[in-house]
């Protein structure tokens, strides 16, 4: 049987039953580093808000056994990322990673190791992402740095956001907006290199903000030192990569939902001949995985990819490579970064996406963080299946780590991500708004509930809800039937097909046809959400597409593809319709009532769900509870949360015209005439509750949050 790139990894994989056997626990000593002044007022927020902040799934956690990091839990993760049974291989990656452990620890300030002590395990539910481009967020040109970004943080917490997130920034060759690093230590000197880096980070840090960046562990630039070592034939570095010395053997190519499929002729890890089955990600720049470089030597040889040719894939059957990994994660953890989103994370086994060795790292990327940096969190980008997205929280675990002086504590995170994007909440939001029918958001909560009901989805796993982020908005996991729907967004020239009609590209704004009701009704189904909101930089002030920015860009790419005589079917990315630089004085304009009436009332309406969100722990930490009601062009659900006993009706009208909706609430609300406060708008109406049912009027694509106040007299 071949292997297939859309395969999944069995549940009942002797890997998971092993892990769950293990006893030893890893001793890490432990001391303090030099306090941080910049952490004071986030950790004085912390203690502050702490009573508040109980978590939602505690009662479901108390039942969950207290774990250990021990020594052949250890070494059975390292055996299965290594595929390999080797006693010295394997003892050498162990003793790695327990010599990095330590040091990572030793290393760590005690201003961080405080706020590993106070930080709780849901506090991302808490706040609202905000990301950008630091050489584009603020700046008139392709200019900004990192002291750009400083300056506009006055802004952003007058937003409302508390988490920001610049897209990559560490030293990259800049052809695929920074997802193509240099160097993993080094800040792009074009950006203000580290020294920016830090006074941003400081001037985040004093507004009680975190910070997010990328941790791009899939594939390097064919500038990273790595790949010229391997150009120059230094056998250290061709074991980073995956490599031959032959042409790929390719067998067939077809069509499948999800996109064109290369079929390759290739031997396993123990040598046997067996079919690949991968998916060309962009189909319309390679034909294949493999680019052909010629070494220094005069050597041919080809090089696996599985994104741009300029790209190259890293080989975590090198421990070398796994070391390098988790040291980057901890060198950055150590400089105050509070969540690291791991970037294209299915692909980093080259046989299946989200292979069983994918899932592996990134529980030993999960566990190494936990030992030196509790407090921080790992986020997956994994543009899957639903069913193949919750895979990567792994399963409920508490697990109790070494705080040095501090003695221990308990860590009540998923045993891998903590976070992940919901692309599916993503894609069947905007197939609602576009059709103007709850079938496609409901049947999405639906699929998340059984998920959840069975068990697959931790009780403490957070997710990152999405409405537009830097990419396109994919169609890969959108049934065929459903495509053409999303493929409207674009019509009329409001946005541009990706990677042959698999995605979508463009600005919020104008797949929303510029109308302000229709963006207030998409960015309160984002806010009401469960999960952390993330806002794409822009799109709370309704920025256009920029062609201009497709044509300087596909240029450059252009440029750098002749002058390294790389074969490409193309060049131009449509993603970047809905990038580019955007002026500080656009995003204060809007902020400050001064802009056009389309981008003053998207920031004024976005700027009061942020504050209506952050004021109600029902809308922060509650639980999703659908609700009937008697149009077809209505979503309405609850979020309560329980300990509070904090309820919010929440209703959206996808159509264009008022409706009166009687939504199934039960006896939730009580009986016959119920004064209720809208927290979007602050202010009241009388609603009338009858035989379990609520009436609602609503306006034109109208969303309103209820809560109750008082009986009316």
């Not at 939602?56 to 020594?71: I, P, Q």
Request: hydrophobic letters at 40%; aromatic letters at 8%.
């Amino acid at each position: 049987m071949g292997i297939r790139a859309h395969s999944r990894p069995s549940k009942l994989n002797p890997y998971w039953i092993s892990i769950l056997a293990t006893g030893l626990f890893l001793s890490i000593p432990s001391s303090f580093g030099v306090a941080g002044d910049c952490i004071a007022p986030l950790l004085k927020a912390l203690k502050s808000s702490a009573p508040a902040r109980v978590s939602a799934s505690r009662a479901v956690l108390s039942s969950v056994k207290v774990e250990r990091l021990t020594a052949p839990k250890i070494t059975q993760l390292i055996k299965t990322i290594l595929e390999s049974e080797d006693p010295a291989l394997v003892t050498r990656a162990r003793t790695q990673f327990e010599r990095a452990v330590r040091e990572g620890r030793k290393a760590r300030s005690a201003a961080l190791k405080e706020l590993d002590a106070a930080s709780e395990a849901s506090w991302p539910k808490d706040g609202v992402e905000y990301m950008f481009y630091p050489d584009q967020f603020g700046s008139a040109g392709k200019t900004g740095t990192f002291h750009t970004a400083a300056e506009m943080v006055p802004y952003l917490k007058k937003l409302g956001v508390d988490t920001l997130y610049p897209l990559p920034f560490l030293k990259s060759a800049g052809l695929d907006g920074g997802f193509d690093v240099i160097s993993f230590t080094q800040i792009n000197p074009k950006l203000g290199g580290n020294a920016a880096f830090e006074a941003f980070l400081a001037a985040a840090k004093k507004h009680n903000m975190k910070v997010k960046m990328d941790l791009i562990l899939n594939h390097v630039s064919d500038q990273h030192e790595w790949f010229q070592g391997l150009v120059r034939g230094d056998p250290k570095y061709r074991k980073y990569f995956i490599t031959r010395d032959k042409p790929p053997e390719i067998i067939r190519r077809y069509e499948s939902e999800q996109g064109k499929v290369v079929v390759y002729r290739e031997l396993d890890a123990r040598g046997k001949s067996v079919e690949v089955h991968r998916r060309l990600i962009f189909p319309d720049i390679a034909d294949s995985h493999y680019r052909e470089i010629t070494m220094t030597n005069g050597k041919k040889i080809w090089v696996y990819h599985t994104f741009y040719p300029f790209q190259l894939d890293l080989n975590y059957a090198n421990p070398d490579v796994l070391a390098e990994g988790y040291q980057i994660l901890g060198h950055w953890a150590n400089k105050g970064v509070d969540v690291f989103r791991l970037d294209a994370i299915p692909f980093i086994d080259k046989t299946a996406e989200n292979h069983v060795r994918t899932h592996t790292v990134v529980e030993f990327m999960s566990s190494y963080l936990k030992q030196v940096a509790p407090h921080s969190r790992l986020m997956v980008e994994a543009c899957q299946p639903l069913d193949d997205i919750v895979k990567y929280f792994g399963r409920e675990m508490k697990m109790k780590v070494s705080m040095g002086a501090r003695g221990a504590r308990v860590i009540d995170t998923p045993s891998e991500s903590q976070m992940a994007y919901q692309f599916k909440g993503m894609n069947n939001k905007w197939l609602s708004i576009e059709s103007r029918s709850k079938k496609h958001y409901y049947d999405y909560m639906s699929e998340l509930k059984r998920l959840e009901a069975r068990g697959e989805v931790p009780s403490n796993a957070i997710w990152a809800q999405i409405l537009r982020v830097h990419d396109e908005l994919t169609l890969e996991m959108v049934p065929d039937a459903q495509k053409p729907i999303m493929q409207k967004l674009i019509a009329d020239g409001r946005g541009a097909s990706f990677r042959e009609g698999n995605g979508v590209a463009g600005r919020a704004a104008n797949f929303l046809g510029n109308d302000k009701d229709r963006i207030r009704l998409a960015y309160s189904m984002l806010m009401s959400e469960d999960g952390m909101p993330v806002i794409y930089y822009g799109d709370e002030i309704a920025a256009q597409n920029n062609a201009a920015f497709v044509v300087s860009e596909d240029a450059a790419r252009k440029q750098y593809f002749q002058q390294a005589k790389i074969k490409v079917l193309g060049t131009k990315d449509a993603r970047d319709l809905g990038r580019g630089p955007l002026s500080k004085d656009a995003f204060v304009a809007a902020a400050e009532g001064r802009a056009s009436e389309l981008s003053n009332e998207t920031f004024t309406n976005l700027q009061a769900m942020i504050a209506a969100r952050k004021q109600s722990v029902a809308m922060r930490r509650g639980k999703t509870e659908m609700l009937a009601n008697n149009r077809n062009d209505v979503i309405s659900f609850f979020r309560s949360h329980k300990e509070s006993g904090q309820r919010v009706l929440v209703v959206h009208n996808l159509g264009e015209s008022v409706k009166a909706i009687q939504i199934e609430t039960g006896d939730a609300l009580g009986s016959g005439s119920i004064q209720v406060n809208d927290l979007l708008t602050g202010r009241t109406r009388t609603l009338r509750a009858e035989n379990g049912k609520v009436s609602v009027t609503l306006g034109r694509y109208e969303s309103v949050w209820l809560t109750p106040s008082k009986p009316s007299k």
